[in-house]
């Protein structure tokens, strides 16, 4: 089904190819996940199968890339539209049409598909991605998770022999996520779909391929195999892999049910030791909001949730999406004002705030970090955010630098990956260091290794007296840097409490440890391995 012969692809001005050398056959009815660090080509390795590069993108291509038979050297996408279906990072920048009905049919429009075959596959695509209930919504005003569902049923209606997913689970809750991969893994299965998908979520991914190419970053080759294979000495793996290695299980799980036939022994280890207390921040009152109501049109977000921040505490604000997180983020962050309630932050209503005045009390990187980027290279963002916020020369370019090593200063922000542009979001908004801070899925095309870096930077933060309110998805990063977990279902807070009183008994939204090790209450890889080398030592 796909071919790649010696495959290298050097963009203009750049001082090294992006992928270089790339050998790959990839047979019918395989689903096949493309791994490796932030910026090491995963991105544009996905878009040469479909003629994006370099057609669109510019640059040189080498080698040659087959898609059913097809050279995209001389087929551009257009010419590939009824093989391969493709979903890129910004789902929103894709959509061409106003609702979400019309979405999934444009596709199929396009092709002259009849018309009853169109209603038809709406329909199977609407139930099958749990989109029925916002059929009629306009596509801009859904969750970023919702978006993402649209935009792969619009790809999935066309029925591509190919179906291209460059990061396809980044916005979606825990449970769509599972949804949406048992559905791609059925179409593989069942209809002989060829799916590449490329994600950083490794756990949400890895037990449903067939194969893992690692792409280790310039210079080095491409890795490809079966999954167990690849992640055994890969830089980048799931917490479950992580586990395995500090356990000495062989061979390594790629799922929590395998960790769990293997776990018995090392949760005997672990039955005398107690995981590490949660921190209880005993800082200032930063930010409250009572009885918030608020809705787009008639659409309900916030239903009279209250929410308190304290200073010294890392908050994650979890739930399904369309529960209302990013609401909620708008509204302490004065972009939105709430239909009744009350929103202070350091004790002034953030909606009558100026934006340099604003700046100074709370920051926020929204969902699409590029919408806060607009100079014309990383070093011009970085020295506008200096003198927008005050801060010493330098301090903005210190803090991207610490998240994204390497990355040329005289790359324009759009040509970053979508990682590297959200660490240079990340890095604008954190540079002016305000008492509230937050995040709307911040590791959205983050690596793990980008990850703990963040993790880094958020505690200390909250070790600096400053209050964190992060929207997410990622369970794992809950596990690693938060103190304390916000459950929200139907614009209500369902849920307020310690990390792991919340999480370690959620089906949903336990990390992977805490899955393989219940009823104990371990969250990361990390703690059981300080647990383990601690007990070692004890006499």
């Not at 009629?136 to 569902?149: I, K, P, T």
């Not at 893994?185 to 893992?212: K, N």
């Not at 008639?298 to 200073?311: E, I, K, Q």
């Amino acid at each position: 089904m796909i071919e790649l012969d010696r495959v290298g692809v050097t963009y203009a001005d750049a001082p090294a190819p992006v992928l270089a050398g790339v050998d790959l056959d990839v047979p019918e009815g395989e689903l096949v996940l493309v791994v490796g660090r932030t910026g090491s080509g995963k991105t544009t390795l996905l878009r040469t199968l479909n003629g994006l590069v370099p057609h669109f993108s510019g640059g040189t291509l080498h080698g040659r890339v087959l898609v059913d038979g097809r050279d995209t050297r001389t087929h551009r996408p257009r010419d590939l539209a009824d093989v391969v279906g493709y979903v890129g990072q910004d789902p929103l920048a894709g959509f061409v049409t106003d609702t979400v009905e019309e979405e999934l049919a444009y596709g199929m429009e396009s092709l002259g598909l009849p018309s009853d075959v169109m209603r038809k596959r709406v329909e199977e695509t609407l139930d099958l991605l749990g989109l029925a209930d916002v059929r009629d919504r306009a596509v801009a005003d859904l969750s970023g998770g919702q978006q993402q569902r649209v935009a792969i049923g619009s790809v999935l209606t066309t029925h591509p022999r190919l179906l291209v997913l460059d990061e396809p689970t980044s916005a979606l809750d825990p449970l769509a996520a599972e949804e949406v991969l048992a559905t791609l893994q059925r179409l593989v299965h069942d209809l002989g779909l060829t799916v590449v998908l490329a994600e950083h979520r490794l756990e949400r991914v890895v037990q449903y391929a067939d194969r893992v190419v690692l792409l280790p970053g310039p210079g080095l080759p491409v890795v490809s195999g079966a999954p167990g294979d690849v992640l055994r000495d890969s830089p980048v793996a799931p917490p479950v892999v992580e586990l395995g290695r500090i356990a000495g299980w062989d061979p390594l799980p790629l799922s929590v049910r395998d960790a769990r036939r293997l776990a018995g022994p090392l949760r005997e280890r672990l039955d005398d030791v107690r995981p590490p207390a949660e921190p209880v921040p005993q800082g200032r009152l930063v930010a409250e909001a009572a009885d918030l109501v608020a809705s787009y049109g008639r659409v309900p977000a916030l239903a009279g949730g209250d929410v308190r921040l304290a200073a010294g505490e890392v908050v994650a604000l979890m739930g399904r999406n369309g529960a209302g997180k990013s609401t909620l983020l708008k509204t302490l962050v004065g972009m939105k004002r709430p239909a009744h309630g009350r929103v202070l932050v350091d004790g002034l209503v953030p909606a009558d705030l100026r934006a340099s005045e604003l700046l100074r009390h709370v920051g926020m990187v929204p969902q699409v970090p590029g919408d806060l980027l607009y100079a014309a290279t990383v070093a011009r963002e970085c020295e506008q955010a200096d003198r927008d916020t005050g801060v010493t020369p330098g301090a903005t370019l210190e803090l991207f630098a610490r998240l994204s090593p390497g990355v040329p200063l005289d790359r324009h922000p759009r040509d970053l990956s979508e990682g590297q542009r959200l660490t240079l979001a990340l890095a604008v908004v954190l540079a002016a260091r305000p008492p509230l801070l937050l995040l709307d899925e911040p590791t959205r095309g983050l690596d793990y290794t980008a990850k703990h870096r963040l993790v880094d930077i958020l505690r200390d933060l909250a070790a600096g007296g400053h209050a964190v309110l992060v929207a997410t998805h990622d369970v794992e990063l809950v596990a690693e840097v938060a103190t304390r977990v916000l459950v929200l279902a139907q614009g209500e807070v369902v849920a307020d409490g310690p990390t792991a009183d919340v999480v370690v008994s959620s089906p949903a939204f336990a990390p992977q440890v805490a899955k393989v090790l219940a009823p104990q209450r371990w969250l990361t890889p990390t703690q059981v391995a300080v647990a383990l080398a601690e007990a070692a030592v004890t006499p």
